[in-house]
C-alpha cells in the first residue's frame, strides 16, 4: 500500500494511527532467520501500539529482536520503541527508512517504515522521530545510506521541510548565541531529520556547542561533517573557534593542521587558530599563526584583531598594543577591533589604552552597545569605577534588554565589592532569559568572589537545569566553592567536570588552584599530572601548581613547576611574578630575587612586579629590599595605588605602625574619612589598611567611641580572607588599643564592630 492510498484511507479527521512493522521471513541477515518488512498500516482509535521485546536468533550478538504486541493503554507504558537490527544486509530486498506521522495522544515516539527496493545495501540505522514531548531527549537519527536520505527527502512532507532547513541552522546560530543548549540541540535533532548530510546544519551546531559548552555534541557534530566531505576546510575552521571555547587544545591543532593541509592560505583558518590559541594557552600557536597570516594578507584587520583577542589570554600587552596600531591604519573605525582592545587592555592592565579606544569608539558610534559592554568589563578589572558604572547606565539607555551588558556587570561587580550591584544586574538578566548560562556561570563566580554562598550555589543549580553537561558551569563552581569554603561542592564538581570531559585541562586547573583552599596537596598533584598529560606546555597549569604547592609546602613542586615554564616561555611575565609570590612563602630568597629581576626586565613599567617583590620580601623578613621595591614602584607610578597597598601591609604586619600611617596619610591611594552615618568599607582591601584607616579615625575623631567596619559582603561571608582580617582585626584591637573591643555584628557577618567600653 502506498503512503497516498494510506493518507486517503486513514484520514486524520476520523482516526490516528501508526504503521506498524512487523517480522517476516526473508533473505539471511548475518544468519539471523529474520529481517524486517512493513505491515499494512494498522489504525489506532484510542490506544498506540506497544511494542515488547521478544526472544529470537540473536541479530549481531543483539539477545532480542522486536515484534509488535496487542495494543496496550499507553497510561501504563510511557514509552513506545521501533529498535531496528544494524546488521549488514546480504540481498535484503528491502530497505527501511522513518517518514513523519501524525502524533497520536502523547506518545513520545513515533516510527514508521516504508519499503524501497535497494540493492547490494551495506548498513542500515533506525531511529524514531521526535515528537513535542521529547524535545530535550537526546538522540541521533543516524541515516547512513545517501540513497535511504534522497528517499526520505522524496516524501510528501519533505519538501517544505528541506525549504526550513536552512531557517533551522539559522536559529540554531541564534540559540548559540543565546546560550540556549536545549534549544539549540532540539533544532539540530531536528535539521537532522532533513537530512543529515548538510555541512551547514553540523557546523552550525559545532559552532553553537562552543558557545554552550557541548563538547560531547561538538566532537560528535565535526566528526559527522568530516564524513560527509574532509576537504571543506569550513568545517575544520567551525571546530578550531568551538575547541577553543571549550578547552580542547588536541582537537584545534588537529583541526587546523588539516584545515592548512586543504589551504595554507586561508586566513580565516589562521584568524580562528590565533583567537582559540589564545583561549587555550598555546602562546607560540597564536603567535606562529599571526605571523603567518601577516605574511599573507597584512592589510586585513581580521587576523590584527584575532591576535588582540588572543593577547589577552597569553599575555601579550605589547603584542595587543602593536596588533591594534597596525589595525588603526587600515581602519580606525572599525568597532570589533576597538571593543577587542578595549577587552584586552582591561585584562592587561592599560588603563590608558582601554579608555582612549572607548572614546574613539564612542565617536564613532555612540549608540553601539558592544562598546559600553566591552568597557564595563575593562573597567571593572582596572578599577575605575565610576567609568564603569557610567558606561552601565549608558548601555541600559541605549537598550535595557541588553543581557551581556548585565552579564558584564555581574564580573566587574565583583572587582568593586558591589553583591547588591551585582544581584539587580542578575535578577534583570534573568528577567530577559533565565535560560543564559554565561549569566549563571557569571553569577557564580562574582558570588565566590564577594562571599556569597548560597547566591552561588542557586546560581550553580540554576545552570545544571539548564543544561547539566556544560562543563563551563562545573569549572567555575570549582573555584567559587573552593573560596567559599564548601569543600564538598568542589569535590562534586570537579568529578561533574571529569565525567562530561577528562581531558578538559581548565576543569584540571581550576582543582590545582582549589586545592589550595581545602589542603588538598595530593589532589593538586593528580590534577597538575592530568593536565601536563592533556598539555604539557600549558603556562596556566604549571602557574596553577607553583602557587598551590608553595601555600601548601611542596617545595620542590614549586621550585619544578616554575623551572618547567621557564622552559616553555622564560619571556612571560606572570609566570615570574606568581613565582616571587611563591618564593617568599617557601623561604626561597634567591629564587624571588632572580623572578623579581626577570620580571621586570620583561615589563618594567608594570607594577605587578615591584608589588609582588615587595610581599615576597616581607615574607621573607627582608625590609629593606620590600622599601626598595617600593621606591622603584614610586618611581614608576606614584598615583597607583597598588603598591602602597602593598607596603603597609607589610609594615602594619611588623609591627611598624608609625610608618604605615606616615605613607598611609601622605598617599592619594587611600580613601578620605569624614563622619558616616554608615559602616566604613574595607571589604577589598587588606588588613594592613584596615588597621591604618582605624588609626586614622581615632586620630581625626578622638571623641568618637564606636566605629563600624565592613570586611565581607552579605550575610555569606565565608571567604578565608575574610576570617583573616577579622581574627587580625581582633587581635589588633586587643593589643593596641587597650580599653576597646572587637566584634563581629549579630546579624551581619560581614560587619564588625570596634567599641570603646
Known amino acids: 500500500m502506498s503512503i497516498k492510498t494510506f493518507e486517503k484511507n486513514h484520514s486524520m479527521n476520523s482516526v490516528q494511527y501508526y504503521q506498524t512493522c512487523a517480522p517476516m521471513p526473508t533473505a539471511p541477515v548475518m544468519n539471523a532467520p529474520y529481517s524486517y518488512i512493513p505491515t499494512a498500516p494498522v489504525p489506532v482509535t484510542s490506544v498506540p501500539l506497544m511494542f515488547m521485546p521478544m526472544p529470537t536468533a540473536p541479530v549481531m550478538n543483539a539477545p532480542y529482536s522486536y515484534i509488535p504486541t496487542a495494543p496496550v493503554p499507553v497510561t501504563s507504558v510511557p514509552l513506545m520503541f521501533m529498535p531496528m537490527p544494524t546488521a549488514p544486509v546480504m540481498n535484503a530486498p528491502h530497505n527501511y527508512m522513518p ?3 501524525p502524533v497520536l495522544n502523547n506518545a513520545p515516539y513515533i516510527f514508521t517504515a516504508t519499503p524501497m527496493a ?33 528517499r526520505f527527502q522524496q516524501a510528501p512532507f519533505s519538501q517544505n521541510a528541506k525549504k526550513n532547513l536552512k531557517s533551522i541552522c539559522q536559529n540554531i546560530k541564534n540559540a548559540g548565541d543565546q546560550k540556549n543548549p536545549r534549544l539549540a540541540w532540539d533544532l539540530y535533532t531536528q535539521g537532522k531529520q532533513i537530512s543529515s548530510n548538510d555541512i551547514y546544519l553540523h557546523t552550525s551546531y559545532i559552532k553553537a556547542a562552543g558557545q554552550i559548552g557541548d563538547v560531547e555534541g561538538a566532537k ?32 584545534a591543532k588537529r583541526a587546523y593542521n588539516a584545515a592548512l593541509e586543504i589551504n595554507d592560505r586561508d586566513i580565516i583558518t589562521y584568524g580562528s587558530y590565533i583567537v582559540a590559541a589564545g583561549q587555550l594557552g598555546d602562546l607560540e600557536g597564536a603567535k606562529s599563526a599571526y605571523e603567518a597570516a601577516k605574511s599573507i594578507n597584512l592589510e586585513n584587520i581580521i587576523i590584527h584583531t584575532a591576535y588582540i583577542k588572543a593577547a589577552i589570554q597569553i599575555g601579550d600587552k605589547e603584542g595587543a598594543r602593536s596588533a591594534y596600531e597596525i589595525a588603526l591604519t587600515i581602519d580606525n573605525k572599525n568597532i570589533f577591533t576597538h571593543s577587542a582592545y578595549i577587552i584586552a587592555a582591561g585584562r592587561l592592565g592599560d588603563k590608558e589604552g582601554a579608555r582612549k579606544a572607548y572614546e574613539i569608539a564612542k565617536a564613532v558610534d555612540p549608540r553601539n552597545i558592544s562598546i559600553h559592554g566591552a568597557y564595563i568589563v575593562a573597567a571593572g578589572q582596572l578599577g575605575d569605577k565610576e567609568g564603569c558604572k557610567a558606561a552601565y547606565e549608558l548601555n541600559q539607555l541605549i537598550d535595557r534588554q541588553d543581557i551581556l551588558a548585565h552579564g558584564s556587570y555581574i564580573v566587574a561587580a565583583a572587582q568593586f565589592g558591589d553583591l547588591p550591584g551585582a544581584k539587580r544586574a542578575y535578577t534583570l538578566a534573568q528577567k530577559i532569559d533565565a535560560s543564559n548560562m554565561i549569566v549563571h556561570n557569571s553569577f557564580i563566580v562574582t558570588a565566590g568572589q564577594l562571599g556569597d554562598l548560597e547566591g552561588a550555589k542557586r546560581a550553580y543549580e540554576a545552570a545544571k537545569r539548564i543544561h547539566p553537561r556544560n562543563i563551563i558551569s562545573h569549572n567555575a563552581y570549582i573555584s567559587a566553592a573552593a573560596h567559599l569554603g564548601d569543600v564538598e561542592g568542589v569535590k562534586r564538581a570537579y568529578e561533574a567536570a571529569k565525567s562530561i570531559n577528562p581531558r578538559d585541562i581548565i576543569s584540571h586547573n581550576a582543582y590545582i588552584s582549589a586545592a589550595a583552599y581545602l589542603k588538598d596537596l595530593e589532589g593538586a598533584k593528580r590534577a597538575y599530572e592530568a593536565a601536563k598529560e592533556i598539555d604539557s606546555k600549558d603556562m596556566i597549569s604549571h602557574r596553577s601548581y607553583i602557587s598551590t604547592a608553595s601555600r601548601l609546602g611542596d617545595v620542590e613542586g614549586a621550585k619544578s613547576a616554575y623551572e618547567a615554564a621557564k622552559n616553555i616561555d622564560a619571556t612571560h611575565f606572570m609566570t615570574h611574578v606568581v613565582y616571587m609570590l611563591a618564593a617568599g612563602k617557601i623561604g626561597d630568597k634567591e629564587g624571588a ?34 622599601k626598595n621595591a617600593y621606591e622603584a614602584a614610586q618611581a614608576v607610578d606614584n598615583q597607583e595605588s597598588i603598591a602602597h597597598y602593598s607596603i603597609v601591609q607589610v609594615l602594619v604586619d611588623m609591627g611598624l605602625y608609625s610608618e604605615a600611617m606616615q605613607i598611609f596619610n601622605n598617599s592619594i591611594a587611600f580613601p578620605k574619612y569624614e563622619v558616616k552615618k554608615s559602616a566604613y568599607d574595607l571589604h577589598k582591601y587588606s588588613h594592613g589598611v584596615g588597621v591604618c584607616t582605624l588609626l586614622k579615625l581615632r586620630e581625626v575623631y578622638p571623641d568618637q567611641k564606636s566605629f563600624t567596619f565592613i570586611i565581607g559582603n552579605g550575610l555569606h561571608s565565608n571567604k578565608p580572607d575574610f576570617y583573616e582580617f577579622q581574627d587580625y582585626f581582633r587581635d589588633f584591637v586587643a593589643k593596641e588599643m587597650p580599653g576597646w573591643i572587637c566584634e563581629r555584628d549579630r546579624y551581619d557577618f560581614g560587619v564588625i564592630h570596634v567599641l570603646c567600653f
Open 593 to 626: 630575587k632572580s623572578a623579581y629581576e626577570a620580571a621586570k626586565s620583561i615589563e618594567p613599567g608594570n607594577l605587578a612586579a615591584y608589588n609582588s617583590y615587595i610581599i615576597a620580601a616581607a615574607q621573607l623578613e627582608d625590609l629593606e629590599e620590600a
Open 220 to 251: 560528535n557534530a565535526y566528526e559527522e561533517a568530516k564524513k560527509i566531505n574532509y576537504r571543506d576546510s569550513f568545517i575544520h575552521n567551525a571546530y578550531i573557534k568551538s575547541a577553543g571555547q571549550l578547552g580542547d587544545l588536541e582537537g
Open 118 to 150: 535497494r540493492e547490494n545495501v551495506a548498513f542500515q540505522s533506525h531511529m524514531p522521530m521526535p515528537t513535542e514531548n521529547i524535545k530535550s531527549s537526546r538522540f541521533e537519527a543516524n541515516i547512513e545510506s545517501r540513497i535511504a536520505v534522497d
Open 99 to 101: 517518514i513523519l506521522v
